[in-house]
C-alpha cells in the first residue's frame, strides 16, 4: 500500500517550453502533496505544498507563476514548470500524506521522481 | 524557520563496523522526525521514524534516538553491509505539516 507515481519519469526539453509532471497516490487519498526539487549532490527541497480543492503554498523563493501546480482531486497533482530553461534542469519528487492519516498522519510517501533537462 | 543540520557529509567505515549521522533542528514545536535512505537517481525511502514522545526506536539493525531538550536525534546502523552504502536524509517536521531536510550524508561501507 502507500503507493505514489510520477508521470513522466524523465523529460528532456528545449529552452522555453512547458513541462508538465503528475503526481498519483495510487492506493489512497492524499489531502496534501509536497513537490520538492533536488539537484545533484544536495538535499530536496521544499517547493510547495499542493492542497486538494484549494491554492498550493509556495515556499520562499519560489515563482508560482513559473511553478504551476494544480491538485484538482484527491489522487492527483499536477507540476508545470512553464518557459523552462537551463537552470531548471532538475530531480522533482512529489509525497503524498494520506488523508486518513496513517502513522500519526506525518508520513510522506514519495515518487520515483522526473528529471527534467532543458537544452 | 525549522533549519536541520546533519554530520558528517561523508562517512566511510568497515563492512561490520557501526555507522552514526547525527542532526540537530531548530523548531523546538517539532514532533515528527523521519529518516531516509536515497540510492542514486531512486525516491528517497523511508527507513526509520520517530516522534517526540519517545526517545529511542529500534528496528533490526536500524536505530534512532531522540533528545529533545537538546534538540538533536541520531540514525545508528549496526552491523553495516555494503548494500547499505547510499545518501541518508534527516528530516524534522514544522507544525506537522511539511518537512525540512537535512543536507545528507554519504555512506561508504567497504568490504
Known amino acids: 500500500g502507500a503507493v505514489v507515481s510520477q508521470h513522466p519519469s524523465w523529460v528532456i526539453c528545449k529552452s522555453g517550453t512547458s513541462v508538465k509532471i503528475e503526481c498519483r497516490s495510487l492506493?489512497?487519498?492524499?489531502?496534501?502533496m509536497f513537490w520538492y526539487r533536488q539537484f545533484p549532490k544536495q538535499s530536496l527541497m521544499l517547493m510547495a505544498t499542493?492542497?486538494?480543492?484549494?491554492?498550493?503554498?509556495?515556499e520562499q523563493g519560489v515563482e508560482k507563476d513559473k511553478f504551476l501546480i494544480n491538485h484538482a482531486s484527491l489522487t492527483l497533482s499536477t507540476l508545470t514548470v512553464t518557459s523552462a530553461h537551463p537552470e531548471d534542469s532538475s530531480f522533482y519528487i512529489c509525497?503524498?500524506?494520506?488523508?486518513?492519516?496513517?502513522?500519526?498522519?506525518?508520513?510522506?510517501?514519495f515518487g520515483p521522481g522526473t528529471r527534467l533537462t532543458v537544452l | 524557520g525549522e533549519n536541520v543540520e546533519q554530520h558528517p557529509s561523508t562517512l566511510s567505515v568497515q563492512e561490520g563496523d557501526s555507522a552514526v549521522i547525527k542532526c540537530t533542528y531548530s523548531?523546538?514545536?517539532?514532533?515528527?522526525f523521519p529518516w531516509y535512505k536515497q540510492e542514486l537517481g531512486k525516491r528517497p525511502q523511508l527507513i526509520i521514524d520517530?516522534?517526540?514522545?519517545?526517545g529511542e526506536k529500534k528496528d533490526q539493525r536500524i536505530a534512532v534516538t531522540l533528545n529533545k531538550t537538546a534538540k538533536h536525534f541520531s540514525l545508528h546502523i549496526t552491523e553495516t553491509q555494503p548494500e547499505d552504502s547510499a545518501v541518508y536524509f534527516c528530516?524534522?517536521?514544522?507544525?506537522?505539516?511539511?518537512?525540512?531536510f537535512g543536507a545528507g550524508t554519504i555512506l561508504r561501507v567497504k568490504s
Open positions: 509525497s503524498a500524506r494520506d488523508v486518513d492519516g496513517g502513522a500519526g498522519g506525518n508520513e510522506q510517501f
Open positions: 492506493d489512497f487519498q492524499a489531502t496534501t
Open positions: 499542493s492542497n486538494e480543492g484549494s491554492k498550493a503554498t509556495y
Open positions: 523548531d523546538s514545536a517539532s514532533n515528527y
Open positions: 520517530i516522534r517526540s514522545n519517545v
Open positions: 528530516a524534522a517536521d514544522i507544525s506537522g505539516n511539511k518537512l525540512v
